[in-house]
Nanobody, 125 residues
Framework: QVQLVESGGGLVQAGGSLRLSCTAS????????MGWFRQAPGKEREFVAAISWSGGSTYYADSVKGRFTISRDNAKNTVYLQMNSLKPEDTAVYYC??????????????????WGQGTQVTVSS
């Protein structure tokens, strides 16, 4: 089992920045690829960014490419999502998730076995 706890959400004006953190406990953090997803009211959960177990590969949704950066610190069991140039359409609950390290398609929800409870990000115009 892996427990995931997100933090760092909040209210920010358009153009501002936030950094989300997700800390894992339980099994070896470096055994997992990690992803960030988001869900806006009335919409389906969507992929935001993902990072391989080593941090050597990263993936981004087109809507956040160039603005968001995913990173991880395996010594701290933590994955981060640095969000810059935020837009009102980035408003959503953001979830981190863990997938087995061998998973290849970590830009979709299917490989992810564990999910956090989510943290709200609200971007005002």
């Amino acid at each position: 089992q892996v427990q995931l706890v997100e933090s760092g959400g909040g209210l920010v004006q358009a153009g501002g920045s936030l950094r989300l953190s997700c800390t894992a406990s339980g099994r070896t953090f470096s055994s997992y690829a990690m992803g960030w997803f988001r869900q806006a009211p009335g919409k389906e959960r969507e992929f935001v960014a993902a990072i391989s177990w080593s941090g050597g590969s990263t993936y981004y949704a087109d809507s956040v490419k160039g603005r968001f950066t995913i990173s991880r610190d395996n010594a701290k069991n933590t994955v981060y999502l640095q969000m810059n140039s935020l837009k009102p359409e980035d408003t959503a609950v953001y979830y981190c998730a863990a997938a087995p390290a061998i998973a290849t398609t970590i830009w979709v929800m299917d490989p992810y076995d564990y999910w956090g409870q989510g943290t709200q990000v609200t971007v005002s115009s």
